[in-house]
């Protein structure tokens, strides 16, 4: 077959978008493990809660690594790697046909982000990938694991952070790569034909973008189950400027802007954005940066670690009933703070013209019940314009999705994500009784976790409702509780985050076996 290419970088490469993106054409493995050594070697290691959720390994896992063609934000050329998980053994579903997990990852500071590093703790993926091979392919399922265009061995130097559209590109050329090379690899495990996409965070809205270009595609998935994304990214951005940033938004709020600073048209002006004194900051991430080093760049005076802004918005007065003690202060720091004042007035007053349904002005939650979580009709900052052309609140999937999260997530907001989203779909299953979803909190402390369904069989949603159950009790068992200071609250709250993937990850295994 010929092949059309495009030369980066003094290689040739096949063109994104075709169903040849495979750059590697050597089968390249990278570990293979027998169930017995899965179980001594990753299984053990986790929570007693998360081995039983998990299961006991019944296939070994062959782990791979390859390179494909892709593009950047603005549509430029460049190269991307991903891992390919193969199920292998004896077992019937270890062997002969079977089914694909498309797997979109989190937000990664650190470059070297690589899902195939499954026999190197030191590589920031090494956790996720390795609970990827013990959930999905030690029990049957094919798994791909891209990495993302600007990371790893790519040559990007920027990674295009919530984009929707190149982040869904990026996945489906990664998709069409990995079953190119699973026919090189020849190991007895084919392609079913059934496919389902899950992925956690950021990975849970590419994971809906990737699902949203797939029905686009007139190929819609089997089924999908983002996982803690913020879909509603207009309203998730709002509520930042409005006063209510997330843990972690001094990362998020460098990286996206960063991300949208390479489009092809209408880019953001990074100069009018940040603070001068961190005007670098967008260009941080991702590099060679882990936790340590991280540190290292808020002490060097590169990125404040939590202060967004200067003080609150004016013209907006409801501040305090938005944060609780300690964290009223976090947010704000005369000097040392983020985000350009004018350029946050700026868009606070959009906000103010031009409000968000999902982000009420008033500081409380949405209410979903009463009016739907509309998006902002013409909002006329340049960031808002863009972050409501990357909502995914008014998409309809095809297939039968999954939602999961827990309702106190302090980095990926409830509201502006599964809540938003299963507002809109229960909407939209009031026109269409065939929509097939269900929505997963996780958290039942505080405030009752739930599990809802529409669509379902009475023998799916019964399945779902025990593994839902299942997953709350031991979700709420390992939460971060009781924190006594300003770093131990910080590190505490970033770990119900991070604490909601594997117990996601399991509902959605679930959830996929239905189908």
């Known amino acids: 077959m010929s092949i059309s290419a495009h030369t980066l970088a003094g290689s040739t490469l096949p063109l994104s978008g075709t169903h040849d993106t495979l750059i590697t054409r050597v089968a390249r493995t990278v570990a293979s493990l027998d169930p017995a050594a899965l179980q001594t070697q990753w299984l053990s290691q986790l929570p007693e809660d998360q081995q039983a959720l998990f299961k006991a390994p019944v296939c070994g896992v062959t782990v791979s690594k390859f390179e494909y063609a892709t593009v950047g934000g603005a549509q430029e050329a460049t190269n991307a790697s991903a891992a390919l998980m193969t199920p292998t053994g004896t077992a019937p579903q270890c062997h002969g046909s079977r089914p694909i997990v498309l797997y979109a990852h989190g937000t990664a500071i650190d470059r070297a982000e690589d899902f195939s590093a499954v026999l190197a703790p030191e590589n920031p993926a090494y956790p996720v990938a390795t609970r990827l091979a013990l959930i999905f392919a030690a029990q049957g399922y094919i798994v791909i694991a891209p990495n993302y265009a600007g990371y790893d061995i790519s040559r990007l130097p920027y990674a295009p952070y919530l984009n929707e559209k190149q982040q869904a590109q990026d996945m489906l050329d990664g998709l069409n790569a990995g079953r190119q090379?699973?026919?090189?690899?020849?190991?007895?495990?084919?392609?079913?034909?059934?496919?389902?996409?899950?992925?956690?965070?950021?990975?849970?809205?590419?994971?809906?973008?990737?699902?949203?270009?797939?029905?686009?595609?007139?190929?819609?998935?089997?089924?999908?189950?983002?996982?803690?994304?913020?879909?509603?990214?207009?309203?998730?951005?709002?509520?930042?400027?409005?006063?209510?940033?997330?843990?972690?938004?001094?990362?998020?709020?460098?990286?996206?802007?960063?991300?949208?600073?390479?489009?092809?048209?209408?880019?953001?002006?990074?100069?009018?954005?940040?603070?001068?004194?961190?005007?670098?900051?967008?260009?941080?991430?991702?590099?060679?940066?882990?936790?340590?080093?991280?540190?290292?760049?808020?002490?060097?005076?590169?990125?404040?670690?939590?202060?967004?802004?200067?003080?609150?918005?004016?013209?907006?007065?409801?501040?305090?009933?938005?944060?609780?003690?300690?964290l009223n202060t976090i947010w704000f720091d005369p000097t040392h703070y983020l985000v350009s004042t004018d350029f946050r007035e700026a868009y606070v007053s959009d906000i103010l013209n031009h409000p968000d349904g999902a982000a009420p002005l008033d500081g409380s939650g949405p209410d979903f019940n009463g009016h739907l979580p509309t998006l902002p009709e013409n909002p006329g900052n340049p960031m808002r314009q863009l972050l409501k052309a990357n909502d995914l609140r008014n998409y309809v999937p095809r297939s039968p999705l999954l939602l999961c999260g827990a309702n106190r997530d302090p980095e990926v907001f409830w509201n502006q994500g599964a809540g938003t989203m299963s507002a809109m779909l229960e909407f939209q299953a009031r026109q269409d009784p065939s929509l097939r979803f269900a929505t997963l909190d996780l958290d039942t402390s505080g405030a009752p976790g739930t599990f809802t369904s529409q669509g379902l069989s009475e023998s799916q949603d019964s399945t779902m409702q025990r593994i839902a159950r299942d997953v709350q009790s031991a979700f709420v068992n390992h939460q971060y509780h009781n924190a006594v200071d300003k770093l131990i609250l910080l590190l505490g709250l970033e770990g119900y985050h991070t604490a909601e993937e594997p117990y996601c990850t399991v509902a959605a295994r679930a959830f996929f076996d239905l189908y």
Do not use: C, W
């Open 181 to 326: 090379m699973l026919d090189l690899l020849d190991n007895g495990t084919r392609d079913n034909g059934k496919l389902f996409v899950t992925g956690y965070s950021q990975g849970g809205y590419v994971a809906m973008a990737t699902l949203k270009a797939l029905d686009a595609r007139q190929h819609p998935a089997t089924a999908g189950a983002p996982m803690s994304g913020p879909y509603a990214l207009a309203a998730a951005g709002d509520e930042v400027f409005l006063g209510h940033p997330n843990f972690g938004a001094t990362v998020y709020l460098s990286m996206i802007a960063n991300s949208y600073a390479h489009l092809p048209r209408n880019p953001i002006d990074l100069t009018r954005i940040f603070n001068p004194m961190y005007a670098d900051a967008p260009t941080l991430f991702p590099g060679a940066v882990d936790r340590a080093h991280f540190d290292k760049l808020v002490r060097g005076g590169k990125i404040p670690m939590t202060a967004v802004f200067q003080t609150p918005p004016t013209g907006y007065d409801n501040i305090d009933a938005l944060h609780e003690g300690l």
